[in-house]
Nanobody
Framework: QVQLAESGGGLVQAGGSLRLSCEASGPIFSYSMGWFRQAPGKEREFVAAVNWGGGTTYYADSVKDRFTISRDVAKNTAYLQMNSLKPEDTAVYYC??????????????????WGQGTQVTVSS
């Protein structure tokens, strides 16, 4: 079982940037890594993911060309670089990991490990 710890959230003005980190408690070479977010009163939604094998990345349409997901297997860490932030990006961001399978676009999957979340607030 892997444990995940996010960091890097905070308050930023619209148009600014933040980089979130997700450090795992152990090796992540066999895990697909992803990010979801949840705004108040809304369901948790998929943001971005990177597959465990070849490193294929995929994004929600709302963040494509602004956010970049990456991972450093040597550091057991995944990252989410967020540029050109908008007020609608405000949410709690959760790191997700799933072993030997891709991260799905829905959060309600039983074999996903979650971090505790980090708040991102974008002011207008």
């Amino acid at each position: 079982q892997v444990q995940l710890a996010e960091s890097g959230g905070g308050l930023v003005q619209a148009g600014g940037s933040l980089r979130l980190s997700c450090e795992a408690s152990g090796p992540i070479f066999s895990y697909s890594m992803g990010w979801f977010r949840q705004a108040p009163g809304k369901e948790r939604e998929f943001v971005a993911a990177v597959n465990w094998g070849g490193g294929t990345t995929y994004y929600a349409d709302s963040v494509k060309d602004r956010f970049t997901i990456s991972r450093d297997v040597a550091k057991n860490t995944a990252y989410l670089q967020m540029n050109s932030l908008k007020p609608e990006d405000t949410a709690v961001y959760y790191c997700a990991a799933r072993q030997w399978s891709r991260i799905p676009a829905i959060a309600d999957v039983g074999d996903i490990y979650w971090g505790q979340g980090t708040q991102v607030t974008v002011s207008s």
